[in-house]
């Protein structure tokens, strides 16, 4: 897109995206087999088309080859895919790349692996806009920190100047978003763009998105399994399941009268039962905690009590301390200040320094199970090595162990030789639950374990660590900014805001009314399934400023 003419006459409505009869193989248990069957898309300048289903619907797969891309493993194998006049299908590697981050963008779901570790933030944000000859460096570094202003990141002018890792994951995924907004694409595929970030800074975020869609009549997919996103941000609704549409219409219609059973299901309001009769006997304090990174100090006097058997839920925005205070629990991050104590005793403040059963009973389950596994060993290896190290476990003991565990996490020991490539997200957590299990915790910290997934396996999850705690006796601490899983796996809720605890208490007084001016924030911010609630917001802010 040219971006030297400001106000170029407007094409919106201009049909941009044709994709007929597409079909798409993927292999897998040592065959080709089909997980796009013969899905038809239609898209125009201007316009969002939301994409929504369960775990291995075919979602992203669609999403890739609407760029004219297959991932490692898939091929498109029928039907034909024009973007612009140009068959994306028929043209060669050289073309698309001349397409892919300068008309067409792609924003993943994992910023983490979206980046290059030893480059600079605003060196990676302005990369493509640069080799393509859309702007001269100088312009394309100014753009960048307007980008990166409009995606409320902080200190705008600064941030570009770090490295992937010395910044949050929301903040890394927002500024992955302004990299593919830096060349103002015609085409955006939005994959679960949001999944990583707390409320506020979605709805930051979305209202970014949504803005440079009309200023500029880009065309954009949203994949997405969060179904209050997807109405505020699309213009018409499709839902894969199996790789086959279900049914597509324009999003009110879709959230208002959906036409297939299916979409029903989806669209259903889910609870979950608590545990109860459990002891308040606490097994782990974090007391009065300081904590820095380098020089900056992020973690202010932070207390937190973990009763027995119980779920405390942590919740803030990106930046707020949540997964420190978790690196401080598990010895990564030693505190300036304070300490923590498990079962009354002080922890080593180092992990070095702790003792094997000490490392044994508190273990952690992480957000991306894809980069949380490696990719090369088996569900067998991956779920035996805790119980070798731990519990000395080898041979036909560890296998039945393995086994075993595969059945409390409710899957079978054909999955034992099985690759992570292999399994479905779903899956892929399940197995990271078992491998925490395996070495008998008496506390698991959740770190965003549902976040990634969509809503139909993250009430099967959900419930499955409900079920264990109940039959185990485990200790919760769920790190997540998803208010709908605090209401429904929490018993306490600890809220915070920039490296300090601001309320924490029982989850039935965090949640009602009257709330202390940021708990109401984070509640406000919560989409609903409701195409105007965006707007509605939008308006009621600036009628407040």
């Known amino acids: 897109m040219n971006t030297e003419n400001e106000n170029p006459p407007s094409r919106k409505g201009d049909l941009i995206l044709e994709m007929r009869n597409v079909h798409i193989d993927g292999f897998s248990d040592e065959r080709w087999h089909e997980i796009v069957k013969g899905v038809d898309l239609t898209l125009k300048r201007g316009e969002v088309l939301g994409l929504i289903g369960e775990s291995g619907a075919g979602k992203s797969t669609l999403g890739l080859a609407a760029m004219g891309f297959a991932r490692p493993g898939c091929k498109i194998t029928g039907g034909s895919i024009m973007f612009d006049g140009i068959d994306l299908v028929k043209a060669s590697e050289d073309e698309k790349r001349r397409l892919w981050g300068s008309r067409i963008a792609y924003v993943a779901q994992s ?26 460096e100088e312009a394309a570094m100014k753009d960048a920190v307007e980008l990166y202003r409009s995606l409320q990141l902080p200190n705008p002018e600064e941030i570009g100047f770090r490295y992937p890792h010395q910044v949050s994951g929301g903040q890394l995924q927002r500024v992955m978003t302004a990299m593919a907004m830096s060349a103002r694409p015609d085409l955006i595929i939005f994959d679960e763009p949001t999944t990583a970030l707390d409320v506020t800074t979605q709805v930051e975020v979305l209202k970014a998105m949504r803005d440079i869609v009309d200023k500029y009549d880009t065309a954009a997919i949203y994949i997405t399994h969060d179904l209050a996103v997807v109405a505020q941000m699309a213009d018409k609704i499709k839902v894969l399941r199996y790789g086959e549409e279900v049914e597509e219409a324009p999003t009110r219609q879709m959230l208002e009268k959906p036409e297939q059973p299916y979409t029903r299901s989806l669209w259903a309001v889910r609870s979950l039962e608590k545990p109860e009769d459990i002891s308040d006997d606490i097994i782990l304090s974090i007391r009065h905690v300081d904590a820095a990174y380098s020089d900056v100090k992020v973690l202010h006097d932070v207390s937190i009590n973990l009763p027995r058997g119980r779920t405390v839920a942590v919740v803030g925005e990106s930046g707020s301390g949540k997964s420190t205070t ?11 200040a304070g300490e923590v104590t498990f079962k009354g005793t002080p922890l080593p403040s180092r992990l070095k320094d702790r003792t094997k059963e000490q490392l044994q009973k508190i273990q952690m ?8 596994m490696n990719p090369r060993q088996t569900v067998e290896v991956i779920i035996g090595r805790p119980l070798t190290f731990y519990l000395g476990l080898s041979g036909r003991a560890r296998e039945k162990r393995v086994i075993e565990l595969l059945e409390m996490i409710e899957l079978d ?10 399994l479905s997200g779903g899956q892929k957590q399940r197995i990271c639950i078992a491998r925490a299990l395996a070495a008998e915790p008496e506390i698991i910290i959740c770190d965003e374990v549902t976040s990634a997934l969509d ?30 899983t605090v209401r429904a796996i929490s018993d306490e809720i600890v ?27 984070l509640l406000s911010s919560v989409p609903e399934m409701d195409p105007d609630w965006l707007s509605n917001l939008t308006e009621l802010e600036q009628a407040a400023k």
């Open 455 to 484: 809503q139909i396996v993250q009430e099967g999850i959900l419930k499955l660590l409900l079920r264990l705690q109940k039959e185990l006796n485990i200790s919760y601490l769920f790190i997540t900014h998803d208010i709908a």
């Open 365 to 372: 389950i992480y957000q991306m199970a894809d980069t949380a």
């Open 413 to 422: 020991e054909s999955f034992m030789d099985r690759l992570p490539g292999e």
């Open 111 to 136: 910023a983490a692996a979206a980046f290059n570790p030893a480059h600079r933030l605003v060196e990676q944000t302005v990369e493509s806009t640069i080799d393509h000859g859309i702007q001269g």
């Open 326 to 336: 978790a690196r401080v629990i598990t010895g990564l991050l030693p505190p300036l």
């Open 495 to 521: 809220v915070m805001f920039q490296g300090k605890v601001i309320e924490q208490g029982p989850k039935t007084e965090v949640l009602e009314p009257p709330y202390p001016e940021y708990t109401e924030l």
